[in-house]
């Protein structure tokens, strides 16, 4: 069956989950950080979403449609990443529309597999369908009032964050041992 993000091992699932929550706690607790602190902090978090991301690739059962998946994945969080850190001067409008692209990018591809999960009439397609358009929603707004400053971009990246890595901290907590965590927005 096509799944829009591969199983992750419980280990792995609780990792990306834990980054994704501390690095959302530290853009909510500090919110008045500097510029260059939020472009290393953006571009660690997408470092290592790539590098999880094509792990994924060596797994024996993965389809070419998932590998495909994975490698797009992977070079969107780089190119993001590179980007952050090569401009870091034009303050937080630049990581603003930065952010805003990534998460609609982000938001498409979550409306794509629920898409490709309905079509095959699989189950669980809601929670990623309501990921996806929050995803987009909130890049939208980053984009359309990229003057809102890294205050409120820390913000509305460290919510995104929290609750990104939340749910999949419950699902790796959730899974029995020794089992592989889906992605917890299809589940």
């Not at 990792?15 to 500097?34: D, K, Q, S, Y």
């Not at 939020?38 to 997408?46: G, R």
């Not at 969107?76 to 401009?87: E, K, P, S």
Request: glycine share 10%.
């Amino acid at each position: 069956m096509f799944a829009f993000t591969p199983p992750l091992s419980r280990g792995h699932a609780a990792l990306r989950g834990g980054l994704a929550v501390v690095l959302g706690i530290v853009f909510l607790v500090w919110p008045n950080i500097t510029i260059g602190t939020a472009v290393v902090l953006f571009a660690i978090f997408c470092f290592t979403d790539a590098l999880v991301a094509l792990a994924r690739l060596f797994s024996a059962d993965r389809t070419a449609g998932d590998r495909v998946l994975q490698i797009l994945r992977a070079l969107i969080d780089v190119a993001a990443a590179i980007v952050a850190i090569a401009y870091p001067g034009p303050t937080a409008l630049a990581l603003t529309i930065i952010v805003g692209v990534y998460v609609i990018v982000a938001g498409i591809l979550e409306l794509y597999g629920a898409s490709a999960l309905s079509r095959l009439d699989a189950g669980g397609t809601g929670w990623l369908i309501v990921g996806g358009l929050m995803s987009i929603v909130a890049g939208v707004l980053l984009i359309v009032w990229p003057n809102i400053g890294v205050v409120t971009l820390a913000l509305v990246v460290g919510a995104y964050l929290v609750v990104y890595g939340t749910w999949w901290i419950i699902s790796a907590i959730a899974a029995p041992k020794g089992s592989t965590v889906r992605d917890p927005l299809t589940s």
